[in-house]
């Protein structure tokens, strides 16, 4: 019996495959919502209140 | 093990020549009828809280209001939906394909993870242990059981979405399917993965704080399970992944349910199907990036991320709506106008079948979530704009009109056809159905109307008394405000009376409709390897 | 058919389909042009955010009190309703600090009309909604995390601070909904 997939173009097949689709569909969010997220609270926004008190002078110190 | 070991477990539809397993009914059984339970719980919640918001009426003391809130949204967006989209799930792979579906024993025990996840988290609510509302945001803490049930709900939601995407494979393998997926089933496989998501960022939210929540007597102090603090905004990043990409489930599944009604009430066909599957492919790629549009005002965050994120990635995913904005009705007008209703521009609109649940119930669904509470959505997520609507009424005006007037309201149209065609039971109270779906779109429209522009003026979400009558000082709100809220109450009772006739029809018919005999038939895998 | 299996069905779009898709794609490009430049006006969600803990926020906010706070006639410091009245430096002076708790702003802020106020804002336990009535502008405030707005009045007048994130409640009087608080917009 033919394989029913012959003469599909590679976009056909690559909308066909599930694992692609949930590779991309877990990828996707999981880079740009959730790692950049915890990039974003924990590495890049990660200034602390105590030195910029001492660095603008106020109320400096605990 | 063979695969026509199954072939006595089928039976034929008569009305759509569909190859059902009927075991797998039994589950979609199973699924369909507790989902109803739990709307039911949200619905008596719903009209309470309501007729609280009426300041005139202010029904509920303050203790109830907070917990029924609580209550209400738990049991409405995440027991009701879910169990429905299991139910969907397991109709999408095994009956649409004409397949077996794979694990009985398996799709059993997901549900009783299911069901223990919900009972136990009802009843951690209702005896007051968790009021904290469906987000749970730390530091606020609920009994250790509410999580540990939410938890275990996940877990076996999350099973059975794998358990469908193993079902696809076995179909195509055992050779009962052969080919592309049908655009229904590919609609619900974007929303199953879009779930796997959901439910893996869930547990990456609520593990920690169930660790957190237990006490020192349980987890003492030195040791590593031991969790002192939960970072609150690593929690609502985390939670939103949950959160609202739980909403995204419900939009696609929505949309492939939109394509099916379509289709069983007016023959519609998707006009292009490359066009709608790049669309739901669309959604994969960006739609679980717009839950930061419940960060857009927090601190720690910044606004590239926000942008980027909040754009669903430069609109990609609104693109795909827009798609399904145009070939739904693009489907619906060829498949009316080759009927011959060519009159005029709009002949096969009004003729369309309107007293036909199914179509009404799609065609005020389409307009009520694409129209309104899409629209909304995007409206809100936009920064600037989310600086003077963040935690205003404006935010469950908005998701109402997308949870209830949209999904809801489709899973209701789609039940009248489940009950008979899956389930096997002639509908009761059917003539009442055609009414249920109008009595619930009016109702609900006005009570997002009247939320939203309660929220325009100012008005807090899930706050008792706008009127701070116990507080040192008072808020003069605009004094339409209060006119507003009344018809939140009004909406509800109209939309509760809906919601009670939908589960009056369901539960009267699923249990004492009259039985349509199944036509049992043997099935074999049509497409196996060596097949005649 | 949605429910049926198409053959080869990754074909071109029609006329009507590329239109469509042309006119969803710039409606969408443009869009999504009008966020960034939308965050080139002048009134956007601040980034500037400091870690702290409750404590040290606390500390910091007494002290700010403790110099700012208005006193009357006789040099007895002034309270309404029993939160302190604080006269805000301008940002050029120094820093304000607003604290939010379960279940009350502190302290009353006094602004003067056209200036501009750095205000550090956290909360000493639950998650809070910081929601200025009536001009409806609303932030998160959480514990250990300070969030520093920028902001300038432009009109004389009393505002209101509403909690609009649900922090629990123990009885009538104390609760999330008779969480408020006070700014005061002075010439």
Redesign the interface.
């Known amino acids: 019996m033919s394989d029913s997939n012959d003469?599909?173009?590679l976009?056909?097949k690559m909308?066909d495959n599930i694992f692609f689709l949930l590779a991309i569909g877990i990828a996707f969010p999981g880079i740009f919502y959730f790692a950049w997220g915890l990039l974003e609270i924990f590495l890049f926004?990660?200034?602390?209140?105590?030195?910029?008190?001492i660095q603008?002078g106020?109320?400096g110190g605990? | 093990m063979s695969a026509t070991d199954f072939s006595d477990q089928f039976r034929t539809c008569q009305t759509?020549g569909?190859k059902v397993h009927r075991p797998a009914q039994r589950l979609i059984w199973i699924n369909a009828v507790s989902a109803v339970v739990f709307l039911l719980i949200g619905g008596v919640m719903a009209i309470l809280i309501a007729l609280t918001k009426w300041q005139a009426i202010h029904l509920l003391e303050?203790?109830l209001f907070?917990r029924f809130v609580t209550a209400h949204g738990t049991n409405m967006l995440v027991f009701w939906i879910v169990f429905f989209e299991m139910a969907g799930l397991i109709f999408g792979s095994a009956v649409?394909l004409g397949s077996r579906f794979p694990g009985i024993a398996f799709g059993w025990f997901n549900w009783g993870l299911m069901i223990t996840g919900a009972v136990m988290v009802n009843v951690m609510m209702f005896t007051g242990k968790a009021?904290?509302?469906f987000t749970a945001?730390p530091?606020?803490k609920a009994h250790p059981l509410f999580y540990l049930g939410i938890i275990l709900f996940a877990v076996g939601a999350l099973l059975y979405c794998f358990q469908f995407l193993y079902a696809l494979v076995i179909a195509k393998k055992e050779g009962w399917?052969?080919?592309?997926?049908?655009?229904?089933t590919f609609?619900l496989l974007t929303a199953a993965i879009i779930a796997i998501w959901t439910l893996l960022s869930g547990a990456i939210a609520f593990v920690p704080t169930f660790l957190w929540s237990l006490p020192k007597t349980i987890i003492p102090d030195g040791s590593f399970l031991r969790i002192n603090?939960v970072?609150?905004?690593f929690f609502?990043i985390a939670f939103w992944g949950f959160g609202h990409s739980a909403q995204q489930i419900n939009l696609a599944a929505t949309v492939?349910i939109w394509?099916?009604l379509a289709?069983l009430t007016t023959g519609a066909?998707?006009?292009?199907?490359?066009?709608c599957?790049i669309a739901f492919v669309l959604y994969l790629l960006g739609i679980n990036l717009g839950s930061v549009h419940h960060?857009?005002?927090?601190?720690?965050?910044?606004?590239t991320y926000?942008?980027f994120n909040?754009?669903y990635l430069?609109?990609?995913a609104?693109?795909g709506s827009?798609?399904h904005a145009?070939s739904l009705p693009?489907a619906v007008e060829t498949a009316q106008r080759s009927k011959g209703l060519t009159r005029g521009l709009f002949e096969w609109l009004t003729k369309a079948p309107w007293s036909h649940p199914g179509f009404s119930g799609f065609a005020l669904s389409f307009v009520i979530f694409g129209f309104l509470g899409g629209v909304t959505g995007?409206i809100l997520s936009?920064?600037?704009l989310?600086?003077?609507?963040?935690?205003?009424l404006r935010v469950p005006g908005h998701f109402h009109m997308t949870v209830v007037g949209g999904t809801t309201l489709a899973f209701m149209a789609l039940t009248y056809y489940v009950i008979p065609l899956v389930l096997q039971r002639k509908l009761i109270g059917e003539k009442l159905a055609v009414y249920q779906t109008y009595i619930f779109a009016v109702g609900i429209t006005i009570v997002s109307a009247g939320m939203t522009f309660a929220g325009?003026?100012?008005a807090?979400?899930?706050?008792?008394?706008i009127e701070?009558s116990?507080?040192?000082?008072?808020?003069p709100?605009?004094t339409a405000i209060k006119p507003m809220l009344s018809l939140v109450g009004i909406g509800a009772i109209i939309a509760a009376t809906g919601l009670f006739i939908f589960i009056g029809i369901a539960v009267l018919s699923v249990f004492f409709g009259e039985k349509i005999e199944p036509k049992v038939e043997k099935h074999v895998p049509p497409h196996a390897a060596g097949a005649a | 058919?949605?429910?049926?299996?198409?053959?080869?069905?990754?074909?071109p779009?029609?006329r009507?389909?590329r239109i469509?898709?042309a006119i969803?794609?710039v409606?969408?490009?443009i869009?999504?042009l009008?966020?960034?430049l939308?965050?080139l006006?002048k009134?956007?969600?601040?980034?500037e955010?400091?870690?702290?803990t409750p404590d040290?926020?606390r500390?910091?906010a007494d002290?700010?009190i403790e110099?700012y706070q208005v006193r009357d006639k006789d040099g007895k410091r002034v309270f309404r309703?029993?939160?302190a009245v604080v006269e805000a430096p301008e940002k050029e002076k120094?820093?304000a600090f607003l604290v939010a708790r379960s279940w009350q702003y502190y302290p009353i802020l006094v602004l003067r009309k056209n200036k501009t106020y750095r205000i550090?804002m956290s909360s000493l336990?639950?998650?809070h909604?910081f929601?200025l009535?009536?001009q409806?502008?609303?932030?998160?405030?959480?514990?250990?995390?300070?969030?520093v707005i920028t902001m300038s009045p432009t009109e004389t007048g009393t505002s209101?601070l509403?909690?609009?994130?649900?922090?629990?409640?123990v009885s009538?009087?104390q609760?999330?909904?008779?969480?408020?608080?006070?700014i005061i917009v002075k010439e």
């Open positions: 003469g599909v173009s976009g056909q909308m926004n990660n200034k602390q209140l105590s030195d910029y008190l603008t106020q109320f605990k | 759509t569909l303050q203790d907070y649409v009021d904290v509302m945001y530091p606020l399917h052969k080919g592309s997926l049908p655009l229904f609609g603090q970072d609150p905004e609502r492939a394509y099916l289709h066909k998707p006009v292009n199907q490359k066009m599957r960060n857009l005002v927090d601190p720690g965050l910044s606004a926000r942008i909040t754009s430069f609109y990609a609104v693109i827009l798609i145009f693009a995007v936009v920064e600037q989310n600086m003077v609507s963040h935690n205003t325009i003026m100012g807090p979400r899930r706050h008792y008394d701070m116990n507080a040192v000082f008072q808020f709100y605009a | 058919m949605p429910l049926e299996t198409p053959e080869k069905w990754y074909k779009f029609n009507e389909e469509w898709m969803i794609l409606w969408g490009f869009m999504f009008m966020m960034p939308g965050h006006g009134q956007n969600v601040s980034s955010t400091y870690k702290t040290e926020f500390k910091t002290k700010f110099k309703k029993g939160i120094g820093d550090h336990d639950l998650q909604g929601s009535q009536p409806n502008l609303n932030f998160q405030l959480l514990p250990y995390y300070d969030f209101y509403i909690c609009n994130e649900y922090c629990g409640y009538k009087v609760a999330h909904d008779t969480m408020i608080g006070q």
